[in-house]
């Protein structure tokens, strides 16, 4: 019975350790900064010792559960703090139809 505490304690400390480390790493971040989890899972191991396992499975599911965090996926994807930064294009578009004008340069 006394072994099955010692692995419950530890365990609840290996998980105490992740998610102080993933809160540290998240509130050091700027508002519409880029992290990837690949970076933080990796830096977790660095900081904790914890198995590779176990930083895979739990540093997603903190991340996600982290106020103010949102992920994306895809090639420009990444874990941001207070969401991902808009796209603003300010290239000169037409009144009527929206559609990008391109102005052709001058030959002479």
Known sequence: MSENSLITD???NSINAISESINKMLDGLENGERATLHDIIDKVIAETGVQISMANGL???LVRNYP???IEKGRNGGVFKGGKPKH???RPRCDTCHQVVRVKPATE
Do not use: L, N, Y
């Open 10 to 12: 530890s365990t609840q």
């Open 59 to 61: 540093v997603p599911t």
């Open 68 to 70: 103010g965090v949102e």
């Open 88 to 90: 603003i294009d300010a």
